[in-house]
């Protein structure tokens, strides 16, 4: 059976595909172990593959302020990504790289059990979510699977680039605080 100590030493020493050869760090995933909500990121950029920490740079700040907004931070929900591992020049991860690390992913969020997975953008939502997942159109949308919700908003990364798409975002944030209080017991959203 995993633990969390486990599966973080494992992944840390992970060779599974060719992003290992030009990563500083393994970026595991952030926040508490027993969070109720998920979000789920593409993949590490620079600064997170220099401080090895999911979300701090500039789109991280941005995420800490969405998620401040509907009375969530990092203490209430746990930051994970489809790879670990930085791709080169920030570029969506390869399937070859996405199928290399899903396993981990799924560990994790077998540890979690969260009620809520939230995909922070396209590449996210394809790979958690469905593969045809289309974010202009679907992005707010809840689906269920394994008995747990999931939505998809877009990247913070998007938003920077694209201010236009910050209020349907906030409706978006709006309705995962809603499903927060319906279905999590020990979050306070």
Known sequence: MDTWENLRSECLACRGCSLCET???????????????????????????????????RAGKL??????????????????????CRPPNNRDPL???????????RRQT?????????????VAAK??????????QEHGQWFTRGGVQMTAIYHPAALLRDVNKRPETFE??????????????????
């Open 95 to 105: 399937g070859v790289e996405q199928d290399a690390c899903m396993d981990w992913l």
């Open 172 to 189: 978006d944030l709006k309705a995962i605080q809603a499903k927060a209080r319906e279905l999590c017991g020990h979050t306070e959203v």
């Open 127 to 136: 790979a958690i979510i469905k593969d045809d997942f289309r974010i202009t």
């Open 63 to 84: 995420l800490d302020d969405m998620l401040e907004m509907v009375n969530l931070d990092r203490t209430k929900v746990y930051i994970a990504n489809i790879v670990k």
């Open 23 to 57: 990563r500083h760090n393994v970026v595991f995933g952030d926040g508490t172990q027993d969070a109720e909500i998920l979000l789920i990121g593409e993949g590490p950029g620079q600064h997170e593959d220099e401080q090895g920490l999911p979300f701090v740079g």
């Open 110 to 122: 077998a540890l979690l059990r969260p009620k809520i997975i939230v995909c922070l953008g396209r």
